[in-house]
């Protein structure tokens, strides 16, 4: 035991000796594998930290909320003609309403303009801070319940300001931490565009799928009657041709299975755009369920395209090491022939080149580990994009590095071992 010890620490010791009398060599072998255990490490660290702020940002929408639009990712990923899809007509605050009264299962809906289209932006201003342009919103009294926002600060508009066309404002984070860091902002007047508006409340961080930079908190929130006056939007009708920015929201009663909400308000937007019962939808109904399902097709597709990056990587890696090693029994046939006419067995020849090959593709995974690692944590400092490092990125990644090695050196390692030890003497 104490014998085959010893010649497993001398193989291994030949083995590390070898590495660091080619250095040249063993770095490009290195370097190789690093690249793609970097891609491993790196890109699953911000592909999975935006995974899980997707699904958290999808999860706060409340899991019984049925949302309407005019098209959504459910038509596109079913793989629906964007152009067809533009032909359908646009939603209205008047669908909206017509829901609310129609739809028994329905208990509240709200809508919003500016959501789920092409957004409006405009800066906003106070006294001489200025932000940059962010997204304006304008929506109902029951946006906070039905989309499931906070209030912070202040309050948020009421029904009578929404009737009454009042310029009032509820802004969000952002805006609120550009133009009020230090300063009260309930009561304040603040313009948008051309006009002021006076400042009610501030809603509380929204839940992104992007991490803070992916703007969930740009926004203001104004009244939808203010904002068709001031913005010159008209969704009175249903026009085709037309892609209009309005989402609607609606929560069914308590103890209302979704599906029956989903279907109550199908029947009222078929029934509004005259639809044939032969005829499919001309509109998207959303679910949060349904969501997940298009994103898990969506992050499924993104890890598949992710392992065969890594796998090309790894592959020219894995090449790389094969050459190398192969060169390697070419330059040492005189020390092999020596080593085995001293008594060396095959099986200690194909271990000591294995080892060497194991350890220089297992080198190459731990440089690829740390830049990967240094990589998600760069990007998330310098951008605020979420990411996540699981345990199991670093384990495919280590494994998969030895593996390489063993795999694309196993080769020469035979042809080494396989050597007649006469014949190696006599190469020069």
């Not at 829901?99 to 001489?128: H, M």
């Amino acid at each position: 035991m104490k014998l085959r010890t010893g010649l497993a620490v001398e193989t291994i010791r030949m083995a590390v000796d070898t590495i660091l009398t080619y250095k040249l060599r063993s770095a490009l072998t290195i370097l190789g594998v690093a690249i793609g255990i970097t891609s491993i490490v790196g890109v699953t660290s911000i592909v999975r930290g935006f995974d899980e702020s997707l699904r958290e940002s999808v999860r706060s929408l409340g899991s019984d909320t049925v949302f309407v639009s005019q098209f959504s990712g459910l038509s596109l990923s079913s793989g629906a003609d964007f152009f067809e899809l533009m032909q359908r007509p646009n939603l209205t605050p008047a669908d909206a309403r017509a829901i609310s009264r129609q739809a028994p299962t329905i208990d509240s809906v709200g809508f919003v303009l500016g959501e789920g289209g092409p957004p409006t932006t405009a800066q906003l201003q106070y006294r001489n801070q200025r932000t940059t342009s962010i997204r304006v919103l304008g929506t109902t009294e029951n946006f906070p319940a039905v989309f499931h926002v906070g209030v912070d600060t202040g309050r948020f508009f009421t029904e009578s300001e929404v009737s009454h066309r009042r310029q009032v404002a509820v802004l969000g984070q952002a805006p609120y931490e550009a133009l009020f860091p230090a300063v009260d902002p309930i009561g304040k007047t603040v313009r948008l565009g051309n006009l002021r508006y006076e400042v009610v409340g501030v809603l509380g961080p929204r839940p992104s799928p992007g991490g803070v930079s992916a703007g969930q908190d740009d926004i203001v929130v104004i009244p939808q009657s203010t904002y068709q006056k001031q913005f010159g939007i008209r969704v009175h009708r249903a026009m085709r041709g037309r892609l209009t920015s309005i989402m609607i929201a609606a929560i069914p009663h308590a103890g209302v299975a979704r599906d029956d909400a989903v279907r109550d308000v199908e029947t009222v937007m078929r029934i509004r755009h005259g639809l044939r019962l032969d005829e499919p939808n001309d509109f998207d109904v959303v679910t949060q369920e349904a969501a997940m399902r298009l994103w898990d097709r969506i992050s499924q597709a993104t890890y598949l395209a992710l392992v065969s990056i890594a796998s090309i990587a790894l592959l020219v890696g894995g090449i790389g090491v094969m050459a190398i090693m192969t060169i390697s029994v070419t330059e040492r046939t005189r020390e092999i022939g020596t080593r085995k006419a001293l008594g060396a067995r095959r099986r200690e020849i194909l271990w000591q080149f294995l080892l060497e090959a194991a350890a220089l593709t297992g080198l190459g995974g731990v440089c690829g580990m740390l830049v990967g690692t240094a990589f998600g944590i760069g990007v998330h400092y310098a951008t605020g994009f979420p990411i996540s490092l699981p345990w199991w990125s670093y384990a495919i990644g280590s494994g998969s590095s030895v593996s390489v090695g063993i795999l694309f050196g196993l080769l020469p390692a035979i042809r080494a071992s396989g050597l007649d030890p006469i014949e190696a003497l006599r190469h020069e």
